[in-house]
């Protein structure tokens, strides 16, 4: 949720930014700069990476039987979070004062944003460290996954983790409701009951008839 709830910040700012660029005056004084470059990485790296992550969390569980170690998982959203933002958010007002990109080098008065934004670089790359480690301590010491840890509404979570190779010995039949999210009811109903209430059913209907 924390790696879902940061990919929406990023998209938010990376959608702000783009209104400016929308801007044709703006565009015209920002085009070809840095300020490009950090709109375009908020898009590409802020949300689509943080959507990846937050998927991969998601879906370990059901994809090793293992869960993952919590502490790790926010260690990890965190220093990249924080590490993003140092990146490319600097790449904003160096742009705005004029720093092309695709350059080798750069003028003096432009040392700080630089260093600011190489930080948030370094921090960022140290930030996949705890995922890896997470990931692999995890898949082979984790806790065993129950088939459904998140409490979650689609058929992959009605059955075990990780699946069997032919997931389901039946088709399911869905009884629940499409947004029914948090309540008790079972998502999916065995078939041979379901068989049998059909079957009580049509019983009944005829004694009233």
């Known amino acids: 949720m924390l790696f879902a709830l940061g990919a929406l910040v990023m998209f938010v700012f990376a959608g702000i930014t783009g209104i400016m660029l929308a801007s044709v005056p703006v565009d015209i004084h920002v085009n070809n700069t840095y300020f490009i470059v950090g709109h375009f990485h908020y898009v590409l790296y802020g949300t689509v990476t943080m959507g990846i992550y937050a998927a991969i969390y998601h879906w370990f569980p059901k994809m090793t039987g293992r869960m993952y170690y919590e502490g790790l998982g926010q260690l990890h959203f965190w220093l990249t979070f924080i590490g993003t933002n140092l990146n490319f958010l600097p790449m904003h007002p160096l742009g705005l004062h004029g720093m092309l990109r ?6 003096p008065e432009y040392t700080f944003w630089n260093v600011i934004a190489s930080l948030g670089a370094f921090l960022l790359g140290m930030s ?64 041979s009951k379901y068989r049998n209430s059909q079957k009580q059913q049509e019983i009944t209907e005829k004694q009233h008839h």
């Open 102 to 107: 695709r350059v080798s080098s750069y003028a």
């Open 128 to 191: 996949t460290l705890p995922f890896i480690l997470n990931i692999i301590s995890s898949w082979i010491n984790g806790e065993k996954a129950p088939a459904n840890p998140w409490r979650a509404i689609g058929l992959e979570w009605t059955i075990s983790s990780p699946p069997p190779i032919e997931n389901f010995d039946e088709i399911p039949i869905v009884i629940s409701e499409p947004y029914g999210y948090g309540k008790s009811e079972p998502l999916v109903l065995d078939r």
